[in-house]
């Protein structure tokens, strides 16, 4: 019969409060839900404020997760040189704007809230010299 005092009864005593110990510590960790957001792209001349139609808008973002792979989304503004991104993760992403006779635009953005408004104004390129 084995007593508290025997040396076997307190290994294995110990070894069983050990294993329940670390099995009910040692889970594996759940990660927090991402937010998703929308935001809308607002592309405008920069000298008319008048919007521009079918700019091209490339967004670039890590994807949350255990591999944060980077993710790219294209796009083209509609006739009011607007376009709404959905379903984007909380924090920075990068924005490319491109749109025939006008220079190229890139930014990265803190996204912190839904439905944000990125408003972009883009030039006419430099005349050659």
Do not use: W
């Not at 294995?12 to 294993?19: M, N, Q, R, Y």
């Not at 006008?102 to 030039?123: A, C, F």
């Amino acid at each position: 019969m084995l007593h508290f005092n025997d040396l076997r009864f307190r290994v294995g005593f110990c070894a069983g409060a050990a294993i329940l110990f670390f099995c009910g510590v040692c889970k594996p960790a759940q990660q927090e839900p991402i937010p998703q957001f929308s935001f809308t792209v607002v592309v405008k001349e920069a000298d008319t404020g008048d919007p521009i139609s079918q700019a091209r808008l490339t967004l670039v973002f890590r994807q949350p997760g255990k591999l944060h792979r980077n993710v790219s989304y294209s796009a083209k503004t509609n006739a009011q040189g607007r376009y709404r991104f959905t379903d984007i993760p909380k924090g920075t992403v990068r924005l490319i704007v491109t749109a025939d006779r006008h220079q190229s635009y890139g930014k990265e953005i803190e996204l912190e809230e839904d439905n944000q408004v990125v408003e972009v104004k883009l030039k006419k390129p430099q005349p050659l010299l």
